[in-house]
């Protein structure tokens, strides 16, 4: 076996699958999903075949056309990250490149969260969604889960029949189910019979457009949309009040767009429509293409959450139209994907709001430097991730530092060149997966000399941050920075100094004050600006995060509340953070096991093995 990634067991030696049809029945009452998939490879292929899976069953592999069995075994016992190695055994004749699977997800899958009704806005309706990035769409069917493979995809989603699906794929029809259509009779537990039942209704849908496994996705509940723009819907649970604030918020999406393609090229995805989900979402947004994922967390009222959708949108150009070719390169996604989302902002919302946000990600690499302080090798751009859990380690180093190093050549070249050379990069790999050898080849090659001027290997391989990284300029960064400065004197920012503040400015103040402060300073800066009732989250858990720190705890009431209020990673890891580490805050950590047996539940499953891996190093 020739692995090409440490979190797949995809043997390089094999050839990789470029289309599963999949047939998917939704059994809410079990939060279970029996599935037929039919795999077609890049050439014939005989003896084993490597797939990898997570708390799957699977219950038979067939050959397509004669419906004979094929040998298959699973590994005894799961890898703890890479899950249940499948082998499949293809004929020896050399003659097939196809093969089917019928398999059933388990409640515990580790893309899925099932929301009950009670944990959903309408209350009326269950809802589930995926979460597939890094190394989780093995846990809703079999698959080579590498970014290496980019396949495409057909999908009937038979689901009851008051509830709708979306995916990040082209919805061609809603229509009643038809006996025996993509293998369905060949469910297992009586769910054949199920697939035709009245209150059934099938969602088909094609993905023509190849991806890498991370990238599938769907939603089913009780969904409503609204226009927004001539290739955007915005689309959520169908609640009146959430779909207008949505699609009050993201009405500039479509301006977005067209500066992103003056920018980068071509829209290659037709669609770009955005899910609002449940405030259970564990990130920000999820870029899944044609159908991006959002938290509610970004509805904020004042069109700021239009960065989030500014970076999930840059993806469409780099990370979904070119990806890392495994994890270890995952700065090629997201370095990439944090400058062309800031030239988008700068494009759209002027530079200073760009300066701005280049700011708070120099606040974040630094901090990030200090959680790696005893495990640098999280602090370069290229890692080494065998044995290595990606939720684990996920951080703002490949976003921050990645963009850290593009913007260093930008200043090296000059802005035209370097918008020269990322146009042709983009053409030159779009629908590949690539590694960073493979970058650097190309930068040399198409700048000439630029390894003289730049270290691009201390760049790429070094730990830490490079000496010729850089913090931003401009009138308001070096303002509110200073006004931090102040603070640590004892000196509270003046009203009409802090007027015309929006959530970011007052983001980047709190980052820059000292981690701990006297409690009372804490309560007087509240009291008079009110951050603990901030309706922008990056706000409120920020103030928050100081105050657990500062053991002011007249605020853990609201640390509380808002714990169980969202369920994205940006805010749940900090603040779960901040109550268990170090010593002598018993209380706080009572506080936060107490917290998190509440909460547990309304957290996705992914969110809940990062709490409890914060838990296991510090409890
Ligand atoms: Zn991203």
């Not at 995916?167 to 061609?172: F, G, I, K």
């Amino acid at each position: 076996m020739v692995p090409l990634d440490p979190h797949s067991f995809t043997d390089s030696t094999h050839p990789l699958t470029t289309h599963i049809s999949l047939s998917l029945y939704f059994d809410f009452p079990s939060s279970t999903i029996h599935g037929a998939a039919l795999f077609t490879l890049s050439s014939p292929h005989s003896g084993p075949l490597s797939l990898d899976t997570r708390s799957l069953s699977i219950h038979q592999i067939l050959s397509p056309s004669t419906l004979s069995p094929l040998p298959f075994s699973l590994s005894p016992s799961p890898d703890p990250i890479k899950g249940i190695h499948l082998s499949l055994s293809l004929p020896n004749d050399n003659t097939l490149s196809s093969f089917l699977i019928t398999f059933s997800t388990s409640p515990s899958s580790s893309a899925l969260q099932w929301l009950s009704p009670p944990q959903t806005f309408n209350k009326k309706h269950p809802f589930v969604y995926t979460q597939c990035q890094s190394i989780h769409a093995r846990s809703i069917f079999p698959c080579q889960d590498t970014p290496a493979a980019r396949i495409r995809y057909s999908a009937l989603l038979n689901v009851p029949r008051e509830l709708s699906a979306i995916m990040s794929a082209r919805h061609v029809d809603r229509r009643l189910p038809v006996s025996g259509e993509g293998y369905s009779n060949l469910l297992p537990n009586g769910f054949n019979s199920l697939w035709c039942s009245e209150t059934r209704v099938v969602e088909d849908f094609d993905m023509n457009q190849p991806i890498p496994p991370y990238l599938f996705a769907f939603a089913v509940g009780e969904l409503g949309f609204r226009e927004v723009g001539p290739r955007t819907r915005v689309y959520s649970e169908a609640v009146e009040g959430v779909l207008e604030a949505a699609a009050k918020e993201f009405a500039g999406t479509e301006e977005m767009i067209r500066q992103g393609e003056k920018l980068f090229g071509d829209y290659e995805w037709e669609r770009f429509d955005l899910l609002v989900l449940p405030p259970s979402f564990p990130f920000g947004g999820m870029e899944n293409p044609r159908m991006v994922f959002l938290t509610p967390t970004v509805i904020k009222g004042d069109a700021s959450g239009a960065q989030v959708v500014a970076h999930e949108l840059a993806h469409s150009w780099t990370g979904n139209l070119i990806t890392n070719k495994n994890n270890e390169h995952f700065w090629l996604n997201e370095g990439f994907t944090t400058y062309a989302e800031r030239r988008i902002v700068e494009a759209v919302q002027g530079e200073d709001r760009a300066v701005l946000n280049i700011g708070i990600g120099w606040r974040g690499l630094n901090e990030e430097m200090e959680r790696f302080k005893d495990n640098l090798e999280f602090t370069k751009l290229k890692t080494n991730q065998e044995g290595v859990d990606p939720d684990d380690v996920y951080s703002e180093v490949p976003y921050e530092k990645g963009f850290q190093f593009l913007w260093r050549i930008e200043r090296q070249i000059g802005r035209p060149a370097f918008d020269e050379f990322i146009k042709k990069y983009i053409v030159t790999f779009k629908f590949k997966s690539i590694d960073t050898e493979t970058f650097l080849d190309f930068l040399k090659a198409n700048i000439p000399g630029i390894e003289k001027e730049i270290d691009l290997v201390l760049w790429t391989e070094g730990t830490g941050i490079p000496p010729d990284a850089y913090e931003p300029i401009s009138n308001l960064y070096t303002k509110i920075v200073s006004l931090a400065n102040e603070f640590k004197l004892g000196r509270m920012p003046r009203e009409d100094e802090v007027a015309d503040w929006h959530g970011q400015e007052w983001e980047l103040y709190l980052e820059n004050l000292p981690k701990v402060v006297e409690a009372s300073q804490v309560l007087a800066l509240d009291a008079r600006y009110r951050l603990s009732e901030s309706k922008d989250y990056e706000v409120k858990v920020a103030f928050l995060q100081l105050a657990i720190l500062s053991k002011c705890k007249n605020f853990y009431g609201e640390v509380e509340n808002t714990l169980k209020e969202v369920g994205r990673m940006k805010y749940l890891r900090p603040l779960y953070t901040a109550l268990v580490q170090g010593t002598e805050n018993e209380e706080e950590k009572i506080l936060a096991k107490r917290v998190f047996a509440e909460a547990r539940e309304c957290y996705h499953p992914i969110a809940q093995g990062v709490v409890e891996s914060i838990f296991a190093k510090h409890l």
